[in-house]
């Protein structure tokens, strides 16, 4: 059903709501996705090594429905999965707002991007003349003139899955290929907040001030482990034997202690739970390592790296001294 632009700034202050960003944000979400309704800021949403995951992350959870805001209102030029247009219609947008707004488009990237053997392993559409063009090819191009550039997923910020070992493809991450500045929005998948919440401020504010691998401090600012509904239970050593148990995972190879995001917070799935709370181990997700570096998933980390224990005394996490 098509909604009327009244309802579509109507729902996104609902929206903003769900995102959980602070008040002082909403009217300039209101105003961002008013200026995008007028055909600005122009954003191309580039898909690399990827399962599209990320896509439908943020499809599937954000209200207003983000199928009605990618393909009615924000000015999505470019998306390969939710684009009507296909072959040379498709190609030629993202050659004609790379012509005609230089300067001014937002560069999306979900996804790793291969370098090797020239970068085959990856194409996007083709030349004139029939030659492949690679994902290399494209973030080469697009990025020196793009107004921000934003990685979305683990694979686009870190290399992820793609990248782990024996990385046949050489994958290799945004950052990395383009050598810009790149917002890191990490996530197997990236939560829909995190994207929408940075989109939001670097139109209206520049990049949010970013941690040491390039994510917002806003959404991964937190340790997952400090922050879990099971600290109680880790700093009193119970801990789950099987995955259905109370107590802490760790034992059954959560990796919170050295992961930092705002899932325990936040939650997926319209805030309904996350992975601790349907009680699977935390994998890493959002780290660079992941998943070289957090695997296997469901093994114990080692003794050394186990957090220090300190005392608390009740289910809320009350820090005792
Ligand atoms: S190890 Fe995992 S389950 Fe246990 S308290 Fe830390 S984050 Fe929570
Ligand atoms: S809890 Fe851990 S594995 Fe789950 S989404 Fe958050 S960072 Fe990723």
């Known amino acids: 059903m098509p909604i009327t632009r009244r309802d579509f700034l109507k729902h996104c202050g609902a929206g903003t709501l769900g995102i959980a960003l602070s008040q002082f944000y909403l009217p300039e979400v209101l105003k961002i996705f008013e200026a995008a309704a007028a055909g600005e800021p122009p954003v191309l949403w580039l898909q690399g090594q990827s399962c599209t995951g990320c896509s439908v992350s943020l499809l599937n959870t954000v209200h207003p429905s983000i199928a009605d805001v990618l393909l009615k209102v924000i000015s999505v030029k470019f998306h390969p999965t939710v684009m009507a247009a296909q072959g040379d219609l498709a190609i030629s947008a993202i050659e004609k707002t790379y012509k005609e707004n230089a300067g001014k488009y937002i560069l999306i990237v979900e996804g790793s991007i291969p370098i090797k053997d020239g970068g085959i392993h990856c194409t996007v559409g083709e030349t004139h003349d029939g030659k492949p063009i690679t994902i290399l090819d494209w973030a080469k191009k697009l990025a020196p003139k793009a107004a921000a550039i934003v990685a979305v997923g683990t694979c686009a910020a870190y290399g992820g899955i793609p990248g782990g070992a024996p990385n046949p493809t050489g994958a290799k991450s945004v950052k990395e290929v383009t050598g810009k500045t790149v917002l890191n929005l990490p996530g197997c998948p990236a939560h829909p907040d995190w994207i929408v919440g940075s989109l939001v401020h670097v139109l209206r504010f520049g990049l ?114």
């Open 208 to 321: 949010p001030a970013l941690d040491e691998h390039g994510r917002p401090k806003m959404f991964y600012g937190k340790n997952i482990h400090e922050n879990c509904q099971n600290y109680f239970h880790y700093n009193n050593d119970t801990y789950a034997e099987n995955l259905s148990d109370e107590g802490c995972l760790i034992n059954l190879g959560c990796k919170g202690p050295q992961t930092y995001a705002d899932c325990p917070k936040r939650h997926w799935n319209n805030g309904v739970n996350w992975c601790i709370g349907a009680k699977a181990p935390c994998i890493g997700c959002t780290q660079p390592e992941f998943p070289d570096g957090t695997s296997p998933m469901y093994a114990a980390i080692q003794d050394e790296l186990r957090p220090k224990k300190v005392k608390i005394n009740s289910l809320e996490n009350t820090l005792v001294g």
